[in-house]
C-alpha cells in the first residue's frame, strides 16, 4: 500500500513539474508575440524541452493542456481567496484588500495563461464553460463568509448570501482580469484597496437601512 502511494505521489509530483515547464515555456512565446491558437505542439513541446511523444503522454491535445493549466491557476487562486475570513488574524478591510493584492500579483504572475484562456474561451466552448464553471468554488466560499457573519450580526441580514457572492465573484474577476490585461501593475495596489473597501462598505458591513419610529 505503502508503495502504490508513493508511486501515485512520484507521478503527480512529475506531472506537476512538467505542468510548471510547460507554463513557463507558454508564457515565453506569449511574450514574444504568438497566440495561443498559431502554437502547435511541437512548438510548446521545443520549448519545454520535452518530446511530442512526452506531450502526448500527459495531454490529449491542446485545449486539454489549457484546461489542467487553467484549473491549477484557480485552484492557487482560491487558496488565496478562501484564506481572508472577515474576523480572523489578517481579516477585516485591510486584510481583504491585501487579498486581493495577492491575487492580482498571483494572475499577474501568470498573464500569459490568462491570456491564452480569454483567447481561447472566446470561441471555445469547453473552455469557457470549465473556467466559468470554476468560479464556483470562490462562490460557495464568499457564501460561507457571508452566511457566518450574518449569524454573528455584523452582516446585515437582509442580504441575499448568494446572489451577492456571485456579484462579488463575476465583479471582482472582471476588475482583475481588465487590470491585468490593461495596467502595467503600477497601481495594483490601489485597485486591491478600492474593491476591498466596495465590498466590505458596501456588503460585509454595510450599515442597515434606517427603520420609522
Not at 35 to 45: G, K, M, R, W
Not at 78 to 101: F, M
Not at 162 to 179: K, P
Request: hydrophobic share 40%.
Amino acid at each position: 500500500m505503502a508503495s502504490t502511494t508513493r508511486r501515485r505521489s512520484s507521478a503527480a509530483d512529475r506531472r506537476s513539474a512538467l505542468e510548471r515547464r510547460i507554463l513557463s515555456a507558454i508564457d515565453e512565446l506569449l511574450r514574444d508575440g504568438a497566440t495561443f491558437t498559431e502554437l502547435s505542439v511541437e512548438q510548446i513541446a521545443h520549448a519545454a524541452g520535452i518530446s511530442r511523444s512526452t506531450f502526448y503522454l500527459y495531454f490529449r491535445d491542446k485545449v486539454d493542456l489549457l484546461l489542467r493549466l487553467g484549473g491549477s491557476l484557480k485552484t492557487e487562486s482560491h487558496a488565496i481567496a478562501a484564506s481572508w475570513w472577515p474576523c480572523a488574524p489578517g481579516g477585516g478591510v485591510d486584510g481583504l484588500a491585501r487579498t486581493y493584492e495577492l491575487i492580482l500579483r498571483h494572475y499577474r504572475e501568470h498573464a500569459g495563461l490568462l491570456s491564452a484562456i480569454n483567447e481561447v474561451a472566446a470561441y471555445d466552448p469547453v473552455v469557457r464553460e470549465a473556467w466559468s464553471a470554476d468560479q464556483g468554488r470562490f462562490v460557495d466560499h464568499v457564501v460561507a463568509v457571508l452566511r457566518e457573519e450574518q449569524r454573528a450580526g455584523r452582516t446585515p441580514a437582509d442580504i441575499d448570501a448568494e446572489l451577492t457572492a456571485r456579484i462579488i465573484v463575476q465583479g471582482g474577476g472582471q476588475v482583475i482580469a481588465q487590470q491585468v490585461a490593461g495596467s502595467d501593475g503600477g497601481d495594483d495596489d490601489a485597485v486591491a484597496r478600492e474593491l476591498a473597501n466596495g465590498y466590505w462598505h458596501g456588503v460585509y458591513r454595510r450599515t442597515p437601512p434606517a427603520t420609522a419610529d
